[in-house]
């Protein structure tokens, strides 16, 4: 959370809940980045985020979810859409995006590394070229 910052960012969450459930989500986890919610899955769509059964019965998914247990991770009731997977995306203020990550199945997560690295480069071309607010 703090490299993303760093690199001149902001963590943003989208969910498919409700406002409450969002409040909560993030209440329970101390989060300090905005969480938005999107009930009816429209940015999943247009972002061509995958749903489908398959892909939360994966192999891969499962043994994820294990290796998540082992950890002490444990799923609490589930809400929303079980099947819906997600994604990360940096998106630059000109709503260009300069990286995407769309998982492929139940467990995917995104790798900061990238993410980070595609907000330098943001960062550093606006130091290059700045605004000259025309």
Same mark, same amino acid.
Do not use: C
């Given at each position: $959370?703090?490299?993303?910052?760093?690199?001149?960012?902001?963590?943003?969450?989208?969910?498919?809940?409700?406002?409450?459930m969002a409040k909560a989500f993030?209440?329970?986890?101390?989060?300090?980045?905005?969480?938005?919610?999107?009930?009816? $899955?429209?940015?999943?769509?247009?972002?061509?985020?995958?749903?489908?059964?398959?892909?939360?019965?994966?192999?891969?998914?499962?043994?994820?979810?294990?290796?998540?247990?082992?950890?002490?991770?444990?799923?609490?009731?589930?809400?929303?859409?079980?099947?819906?997977?997600?994604?990360?995306?940096?998106?630059?203020?000109?709503?260009?995006?300069?990286?995407?990550?769309?998982?492929t199945e139940g467990g995917d997560?995104?790798?900061?590394?990238? $993410?980070?690295?595609?907000?330098?480069?943001?960062?550093?071309?606006?130091?290059?070229?700045?605004?000259?607010?025309?």
């Amino acid at each position: $959370m703090e490299a993303i910052r760093a690199a001149g960012g902001e963590l943003v969450v989208v969910g498919q809940g409700t406002p409450e459930m969002a409040k909560a989500f993030g209440a329970r986890r101390s989060l300090t980045f905005p969480i938005f919610v999107d009930p009816d $899955m429209k940015a999943y769509a247009a972002a061509g985020l995958h749903r489908s059964h398959l892909s939360v019965l994966k192999p891969g998914a499962i043994l994820k979810g294990f290796a998540a247990a082992a950890k002490g991770h444990r799923s609490t009731a589930v809400k929303g859409d079980v099947w819906q997977q997600g994604g990360a995306f940096v998106i630059h203020p000109d709503n260009r995006v300069t990286f995407s990550q769309i998982d492929t199945e139940g467990g995917d997560h995104p790798e900061f590394a990238p $993410m980070v690295a595609a907000l330098s480069r943001i960062a550093q071309r606006a130091i290059q070229t700045p605004d000259e607010g025309t």
